[in-house]
């Protein structure tokens, strides 16, 4: 079975600060990866996602994320961020054989002004 | 434009009672989901529907049933509530049938509070 792991629980940064959100997989074969944000009260956004090509992808909102197949690893990057990026960051797969997405526990982002 | 819609957005009740919980998307998707997420913030695939026909329904007790008119609908009813079902519930959309390959649309969520 899939499973995704997010070992940051809450990371708190001033603005401006570089941000690096970590995300590992378990499944070995073809997977799709994505990065959901949820701001406070509102519902999942989609951030940035991967299917193939490009390992490096660009989302919205300034955000970035490489997938590194050897470390089945999908960081989540932005070199500056603003008080506006505090929110909850999911990191999510699903593989050919898994007709469904499986989300990590999720990193709370606390930007400070 | 709402592209996926759920009601109500909060939903308050006593134990034993019996809810539901409505939702709908006006992008034409083929695939409905619903997730619940716990007080951790902790996301989990309860049921997948594809053009009506159930196609994912993770170990979820029967209490709870989802229902689909129609493919732009899909509808979570539960009965019997208890006090472990308060959580967020989370609808989602996303377009063909293969659902593995697609984004997901979600939902503002159902803030479920069992008293």
């Known amino acids: 079975a899939q499973s995704v792991s997010q070992h940051n629980h809450h990371v708190i940064l001033s603005e401006a600060a570089s941000l690096e959100l970590g995300c590992n997989y378990s499944?070995?074969?073809?997977?799709?990866l994505f990065w959901y944000v949820q701001y406070p009260g509102q519902h999942l956004q989609l951030l940035l996602k991967?299917?193939?090509?490009?390992?490096l992808v660009k989302g919205i909102k300034g955000f970035e994320a490489e997938f590194i197949k050897s470390k089945f690893s999908f960081n989540l990057r932005k070199p500056s961020v603003q008080w506006s990026d505090t929110a909850e960051y999911f990191c999510?797969?699903?593989?050919?054989?898994?007709?469904?997405?499986?989300f990590g526990s999720g990193t709370q982002l606390t930007v400070l002004p | 434009d709402t592209a996926v819609s759920q009601t109500p957005k909060y939903l308050v009740t006593q134990m034993g009672n019996d809810k539901s919980i409505k939702c709908e998307q006006n992008?034409?998707?083929?695939?409905m989901y619903w997730y619940k997420q716990d007080s951790k913030k902790f996301l989990k695939i309860m049921f997948s529907?594809?053009?009506?026909?159930?196609?994912i329904n993770e170990t979820v007790p029967n209490r709870f049933s989802p229902k689909s008119p129609d493919k732009a609908h899909l509808n979570l009813h539960i009965n019997s509530l208890e006090l472990g079902d308060s959580a967020v519930y989370f609808c989602?959309?996303?377009?063909?049938?293969?659902?593995?390959?697609?984004?997901?649309?979600f939902g503002p969520g159902t803030r479920l509070t069992v008293l």
């Open positions: 989602a959309s996303s377009q063909g049938s293969l659902a593995e390959l697609d984004e997901q649309f």
């Open positions: 499944y070995g074969g073809t997977v799709n």
């Open positions: 991967y299917f193939s090509g490009d390992p």
């Open positions: 999510a797969v699903n593989s050919g054989s898994a007709r469904q997405l499986t």
């Open positions: 992008l034409g998707h083929d695939t």
């Open positions: 529907y594809n053009n009506k026909e159930l196609i």
